[in-house]
């Protein structure tokens, strides 16, 4: 006869679902390191072959390096953020997650709770995640109004040396045409440096807004799972 086997009950993430969210987790990192890799080797070569200089030049009013500390500030976070959600995935990976953990305390949360209470924490949930993700993106907007001031303030730059009474006389004619292409450097430089940090920034941004998205889904159905049991 054969022996009776005794079943266990595991309340683990299955292997396989467990490899998955190592793999993702991992890939998520790596895409964040090329994504800022790569840019960050297009801007060297730029600088390399002097394409930045002019734009380097023109920045008097430190509008450029207002920009990149925005910019900067950004993309701290953005790391910041990414370190976090690496956390919660490893937590998320594990049979038994850590209840200082934001994934630990869910689940803990949720296997008292009815079917309404669940879906107002996951509600919840949501709405902090959305609140981390939105000061990055309020920063990426940040950039683009600065630039717009760049902007603005080149064209006044650009007008304020014209002298239409002036034009006549030869003297005075390279003067304002100096003025006038300073003021149209700055407003175009500030325009385009604005334009490229928010790309820049906006991409991260997205990459973390998936990675977000994708452990609110695996968290819930996990949290659904173990409240069934």
């Known amino acids: 006869m054969a022996s009776a086997s005794t079943h266990v009950l595991d ?18 990192m790596l895409r964040f390191a090329l994504l800022n890799l790569t840019a960050l080797a297009i801007v ?3 600088w390399a072959q002097g394409w930045l200089d002019g734009m380097i030049a023109s920045d008097k009013y430190h509008l450029v390096k207002l920009n990149v500390c925005v910019f900067l500030v950004g993309m701290v976070m953005c790391a910041h953020r990414l370190s976090g959600l690496s956390r919660e ?13 934001r994934v630990g305390h869910y689940l803990r949360m949720v296997r008292d709770l009815g ?12 709405m902090k995640f959305g609140t981390r993700l939105g000061s990055i993106r309020h920063l990426a907007s940040t ?4 630039g717009l001031v760049g902007t603005v303030i080149g064209f006044i730059i650009a007008l304020s040396g014209v002298d239409a009474t002036a034009a006549t006389e030869p003297s005075a004619i390279a003067p304002m045409i100096s003025t006038l292409l300073l003021g149209m450097a700055i407003a175009l430089y500030k325009t385009l440096v604005g334009s490229v940090l928010n790309i820049w920034l906006m991409f991260n941004y997205r990459l973390l807004e998936s990675g977000s998205v994708h452990l609110v889904t695996r968290l819930v159905e996990r949290g659904e799972a173990d409240a069934r049991l």
């Not at 950039?143 to 600065?146: A, K, P, S």
């Open 11 to 28: 309340l683990s993430v299955p292997r396989d679902e467990a490899s998955s969210e190592e793999q993702y987790r991992w890939l998520l």
């Open 44 to 46: 060297l070569g730029a």
């Open 89 to 101: 995935l490893n937590e998320l990976s594990i049979a038994h997650p850590d209840g200082s953990s």
């Open 115 to 126: 079917p309404n209470s669940r879906s107002m924490l996951v509600d919840g949930l949501k």
């Open 143 to 146: 950039i683009v109004l600065v």
